[in-house]
């Protein structure tokens, strides 16, 4: 039959497309709620359209505090981890000393550790330190966790940099630090991107390790669990739409910006 022999032609596609949506499905959820006004304290029955909570996004007491510090913990943890990651990436794949395959496979245990182990571990390690539970452990934990992360996405694009081009670069005379800011560095830089936005990513949505070293701070995932036990208002939701929006506007740039610069190349 001409449906099933389509069918079969386009399966793959027909899978893409599938698992796209059922990945996107939620956001689509939590866009329409935020449109919505509900009778009760709680978010979960669609009511009646409304643009209150658009127009009033931080009405409730310390949502927009909490989003605030997880933005500044996340940028601070992005920037930690990234120049860390970057460097011990570096050392990893272009120098040989004791100990290198053993700390190629310690790199992937935070990965690979369950996230409430890592949690107590470092609530363990803080509090026998006589360390203060805050915005400080969390950020140090965030670093922590965010590295091996950062470690593998510049080391996969760092293996594939062609040594060629530093060689014609010290050829032409260039000192190592030109060389590096001019040839090794560019080249590096979408692995370096790719790391810094997924620390960001991660330390912005944690909750395990922030709930377990934050003390008495506040991050935007804990209040979202904690507004959930007394009714989840309408302005987490615009919340999440806006960050959904600005996550998809980011990766659309980045496609429109390499698109063009592909044309460009061509001869």
Request: glycine share 6%; net charge positive.
């Amino acid at each position: 039959m001409p449906v099933l022999r389509w069918i079969r032609r386009n399966l793959v596609v027909i899978a893409g497309l599938l698992t796209l949506a059922y990945m996107i499905l939620p956001n689509i959820v939590v866009m329409v709620f935020s449109f919505n006004k509900p009778n009760g304290r709680f978010n979960y029955a669609w009511q009646q359209f409304s643009l209150d909570a658009w127009k009033d996004p931080c009405g409730v007491a310390d949502l927009c505090g909490s989003l605030s510090l997880s933005l500044q913990i996340a940028f601070w943890a992005t920037l930690g981890a990234t120049a860390l990651g970057t460097m011990i990436a570096f050392a990893l794949v272009r120098y040989r000393f004791r100990a290198r395959g053993a700390i190629n496979s310690l790199i992937f245990l935070p990965m690979a550790m369950p996230e409430v182990v890592m949690a107590a571990s470092l609530l363990t390690l803080f509090l026998n330190m006589g360390a203060q539970l805050g915005f400080w452990t969390v950020l140090i934990a965030h670093i922590m966790f965010c590295l091996s992360f950062v470690v593998t996405a510049v080391k996969a694009r760092v293996m594939s940099m062609d040594p060629r081009l530093e060689e014609a670069a010290r050829d032409l005379y260039a000192g190592p630090v030109q060389t590096f800011v001019r040839v090794t560095l560019p080249i590096a830089a979408p692995g370096i991107a790719a790391g810094a936005m997924l620390a960001f990513a991660l330390s912005f949505d944690d909750f395990i390790i922030t709930n377990f070293n934050a003390g008495s701070t506040v991050t935007f995932p804990m209040f979202v669990w904690g507004s959930a036990q007394r009714g989840t208002p309408v302005q987490i939701n615009v919340i999440g739409t806006a960050m959904f929006i600005i996550a998809i506007s980011v990766v659309l740039v980045g496609q429109v910006i390499a698109s063009r610069r592909k044309n460009n190349a061509r001869p």
